[in-house]
């Protein structure tokens, strides 16, 4: 099977812009799971969607936020930016049911200028 | 509040030493734990979890973890380090607040070095 890919890999934005972040899971899994990786805060997450519906959601501003489509694939979308926002966003893939473990996509790299 | 943490940033291991990584974590109910490593520019792979069962969990790679309750450790073992073993190490719990999602809570990371 193909791995979660995300696109797109590199992203150079300046405050103030949007951007969307595209994610397709793994063939077959349902639940697709957002997080932050930055030097400073490490990984966070952001949230977790599953057919199509928000299951759980991060601590951060309503700035961010997401969606997943009936195949499955997912965008997150983040408005206004900041220079904060710089950072790697991985997208994570699983079955949704039952606890199996997650498969991380390669990531995108958001710099805000 | 539930938590992970690595107590190292760096590991440094000669080439063909074993190696641990640690792991300890904080959690009020049976925990959830994976091992996850990132090599530079790319996503997390997954290693090996935790889930129940046996507390000695082999996983991808070479590598194993030990589950300790009483200490609530979950170290990343490997007999034998290899040079390209050399990346960023990530320890993470489920977070059992949140039920059935996906939800990760991760620990800081560590940065294994494997020198030849």
């Known amino acids: 099977k193909a791995g979660v890919t995300q696109t797109p890999r590199y992203l150079i934005k300046t405050r103030g812009q949007q951007v969307t972040l595209s994610c397709s899971p793994i063939?077959?899994?349902?639940?697709v799971s957002w997080y932050q990786q930055t030097p400073g805060q490490g990984l966070q997450f952001l949230f977790e969607y599953f057919s199509e519906t928000q299951r759980n959601k991060g601590n951060f501003p309503g700035r961010f936020s997401g969606r997943q489509f009936s195949n499955s694939r997912s965008e997150m979308n983040v408005s206004t930016l900041e220079l904060g926002d710089s950072a790697l966003y991985l997208c994570?893939?699983?079955?949704?049911?039952?606890?199996?473990?997650?498969?991380f996509g390669p990531g995108t790299r958001l710099t805000v200028l | 509040a539930q938590s992970v943490a690595q107590p190292e940033d760096q590991v440094n291991v000669a080439e063909g030493n074993p190696l641990t990584v640690k792991c300890t974590y904080s959690v009020s109910g049976n925990p959830y734990l994976f091992w996850y490593v990132q090599y530079p520019n790319r996503g997390l792979q997954f290693l090996l979890k935790?889930?129940?069962?046996?507390?000695l969990v082999k996983g991808s790679y070479g590598f194993e973890a030990e589950f300790n309750k009483s200490q609530t450790s979950f170290h990343l073992k490997k007999p034998s380090a290899l040079v390209s073993d050399s990346a960023l190490y990530f320890c993470a719990v489920r977070d059992e607040s949140s039920g059935n999602t996906g939800k990760l809570i991760f620990g800081q990371g560590t940065t294994l070095q494997v020198k030849p």
């Open positions: 063939s077959g899994h349902r639940s």
């Open positions: 994570a893939s699983r079955e949704g049911t039952g606890w199996k473990e997650q498969f």
């Open positions: 935790y889930i129940t069962g046996d507390n």
